[in-house]
């Protein structure tokens, strides 16, 4: 079985992104870039490429390229985050780091959720349910590695996923421990009575964002051997 490295060096990115795959019969497996620098022995890990595009998709290319040069394997990078029709569609491209406008501060992933969750919800204050629809987007791309130093990696696959629900109010969350990141104060469509992080991890799998992108990808995979 094909071997792929996924581009993250987030666990619970690793882990529930290899869930789905295997879920779906998928005919690789996947590695995050911890283990691939192992693989490598590039005891410093690799250089993480500047996420400067304006779309999920766009971030999802440079991140696939970068590190299918980078491990010379074929790499699945995914680009994911939540859109907000009441504040214009932010956070988007810069979900991960929407308390700091997109900057990176070296804060800990918890710290960032935690800020990124109460800056969400400070800005839609009273704005009523009907009013705070929302989803949560995935873009996924695989490259494989150049075939030589003077060749590009190859884009063989692209895919998009969404997962829709609204955005809980204070005091009615965050809830659930199942997730990370906004699925605490994601409420799912459309019962909207549970959030993304009190689902099951079947349940999330089955509707998630990532999910979708995921078969999606599976799906565009060239039928020759790539």
């Given at each position: 079985m094909?071997?792929?490295v ?6 619970h990115?690793v ?11 998928a005919?690789f497996?996947?590695?995050?870039l911890m283990?691939?620098?192992d693989w490598?022995n590039a ?6 490429p500047?996420?400067?595009g304006?779309?999920?998709e ?12 980078h491990?010379k394997?074929?790499?699945?990078a995914?680009?994911s985050g939540?859109?907000?029709d009441a504040?214009g ?5 810069i979900?991960?780091h929407?308390?700091s406008?997109?900057?990176e ?5 918890l710290e960032?959720?935690?800020?990124n969750?109460?800056r969400?919800?400070r ?5 009523p349910d ?6 949560f987007?995935?873009?996924?791309c ?14 063989v696959a ?5 997962f ?7 005091g009615?969350v965050?809830r659930?421990?199942n997730?990370f ?14 959030t ?5 991890r079947?349940?999330k799998?089955?509707l998630s964002?990532?999910?979708s ?11 020759t051997?790539?």
């Amino acid at each position: 079985m094909r071997t792929i490295v996924l581009a993250t060096s987030n666990p619970h990115k690793v882990e529930e992104i290899g869930a789905i795959f295997r879920g779906i019969a998928a005919p690789f497996r996947l590695i995050g870039l911890m283990e691939a620098a192992d693989w490598c022995n590039a005891a410093s890990g690799f250089p993480e490429p500047p996420e400067i595009g304006a779309t999920f998709e766009a971030n999802a290319r440079i991140k696939a390229c970068a590190y299918a040069t980078h491990t010379k394997l074929p790499c699945l990078a995914d680009d994911s985050g939540l859109e907000i029709d009441a504040l214009g569609g932010r956070p988007g491209v810069i979900s991960s780091h929407f308390s700091s406008d997109g900057l990176e501060t070296g804060l800990t992933r918890l710290e960032r959720d935690r800020l990124n969750i109460e800056r969400v919800l400070r800005e839609l204050g009273e704005t009523p349910d009907a009013e705070r629809s929302a989803r949560f987007v995935c873009v996924m791309c695989l490259a494989l590695p150049p075939r030589d130093e003077r060749a590009h990696p190859r884009i063989v696959a692209e895919s998009r996923g969404t997962f829709e629900g609204r955005i809980g109010r204070i005091g009615h969350v965050p809830r659930g421990t199942n997730g990370f990141g906004y699925d605490p104060i994601f409420l799912v469509s459309p019962g909207f009575d549970r959030t993304s992080a009190e689902l099951t991890r079947d349940e999330k799998n089955r509707l998630s964002h990532r999910g979708s992108a995921a078969r999606n990808l599976v799906a565009a995979l060239p039928a020759t051997d790539w």
